[in-house]
């Protein structure tokens, strides 16, 4: 697995990721049960605020940010002023358009691993479902503490093997999971906590939201069957074996079976620089 096949992943992807998802890629987070998937994916953005003591003023670096939702309410809703990378250029281009004639958030295309950004700048590093996709995970943290202020928090939502998951479940579930979702491989909450203590960031808090995510995935898959058969390119793309991506559906079945069968975990990891 490659930058150049996680960079590739999203660009052909655009389109069918912001009409499914919309510019939020990543799940939603049901409280009460009955919200919407907008609100859902607010309340995983307010869930990371809260854990990241993200308020007024305070400046904020947003790993792997895709279409830069995320930011965006940051700052428009708790006023942080944020700093924001992504590896996709269909994702900055986006990101950028959707900012208009503001000079904020700001917006980097690059890679995380070797970024330019100033050691010891930020009051919180957050990263929402873009771990998953870095090759070298030590590193991802090793960045993480660099750009933090001593004392600061990290926030990070990820998706986790299971500490306990079956030969069965890995072969036919989380390996194909992986390979076609351009992860490298899937941590297990044991794995993070490693990563985060190696990295001289102290995991103050973790907490297991599997059923309370996992309704995006069926909520996804009406819309993508809905556009199937309402959307002839939607067909085309599926089918055709020039794109390289078009096995992804399939890949969402196979998350939305994990999470059923208990494979696949959503966890949100708070940490702090020591």
């Given at each position: 697995?490659?930058?150049?096949?996680?960079?590739?992943?999203?660009?052909?992807?655009d389109?069918?990721?912001?009409?499914?998802?919309?510019?939020?890629?990543?799940?939603?987070?049901?409280?009460?049960?009955?919200?919407?998937?907008?609100?859902?994916?607010?309340?995983?953005?307010?869930?990371?605020?809260?854990?990241?003591e993200?308020?007024?003023?305070?400046?904020?670096?947003?790993?792997?940010?895709?279409?830069?939702?995320?930011?965006?309410?940051?700052?428009?809703?708790?006023?942080?002023?944020?700093?924001?990378?992504?590896?996709?250029?269909?994702?900055?281009?986006?990101?950028?358009?959707?900012?208009?004639?503001?000079?904020?958030?700001?917006?980097?295309?690059?890679?995380?691993?070797?970024?330019?950004?100033?050691?010891?700048?930020?009051?919180?590093?957050?990263?929402?479902?873009?771990?998953?996709?870095?090759?070298?995970?030590?590193?991802?943290?090793?960045?993480?503490q660099?750009?933090?202020?001593?004392?600061?928090?990290?926030?990070?939502?990820?998706?986790?093997?299971?500490?306990?998951?079956?030969?069965?479940?890995?072969?036919?579930?989380?390996?194909?999971?992986c390979?076609?979702?351009?992860?490298?491989g899937?941590?297990?909450?044991?794995?993070?906590?490693?990563?985060?203590?190696?990295?001289?960031?102290?995991?103050?808090?973790?907490?297991?939201?599997?059923?309370?995510?996992?309704?995006?995935?069926?909520?996804?898959?009406?819309?993508?069957?809905?556009?199937?058969?309402r959307?002839?390119?939607?067909?085309?793309?599926?089918?055709?074996?020039?794109?390289?991506?078009?096995?992804?559906?399939?890949?969402?079945?196979?998350?939305?079976?994990?999470?059923?069968?208990?494979?696949?975990?959503?966890?949100?990891?708070?940490?702090?620089?020591?």
């Amino acid at each position: 697995m490659t930058l150049g096949d996680v960079r590739d992943h999203y660009d052909e992807l655009d389109r069918f990721y912001r009409e499914i998802w919309g510019e939020h890629v990543h799940h939603g987070l049901w409280e009460r049960g009955d919200e919407t998937a907008y609100e859902a994916v607010l309340n995983l953005i307010r869930s990371v605020a809260r854990r990241g003591e993200i308020t007024a003023g305070k400046r904020v670096c947003d790993v792997g940010c895709g279409y830069g939702g995320t930011a965006r309410v940051l700052e428009t809703e708790f006023g942080a002023v944020v700093s924001a990378i992504t590896l996709s250029s269909a994702q900055y281009r986006h990101a950028v358009a959707q900012r208009g004639n503001a000079r904020t958030p700001d917006y980097l295309l690059g890679d995380w691993a070797s970024n330019a950004l100033p050691s010891g700048t930020f009051d919180t590093v957050i990263s929402i479902e873009s771990s998953e996709h870095m090759q070298d995970k030590p590193t991802f943290f090793d960045q993480a503490q660099r750009v933090l202020k001593n004392g600061r928090p990290m926030v990070v939502c990820a998706w986790l093997a299971a500490e306990d998951s079956t030969n069965s479940h890995r072969r036919h579930l989380l390996e194909p999971i992986c390979r076609e979702g351009r992860l490298p491989g899937m941590g297990t909450e044991s794995d993070y906590r490693k990563w985060f203590s190696d990295a001289n960031l102290e995991v103050e808090s973790f907490e297991d939201m599997s059923v309370r995510v996992r309704k995006t995935w069926s909520i996804c898959l009406v819309r993508v069957l809905r556009s199937v058969f309402r959307r002839p390119e939607y067909a085309r793309f599926l089918f055709s074996a020039a794109a390289r991506n078009r096995v992804f559906l399939l890949t969402m079945i196979r998350i939305w079976l994990a999470y059923i069968l208990g494979a696949m975990r959503y966890g949100i990891f708070k940490a702090r620089k020591r």
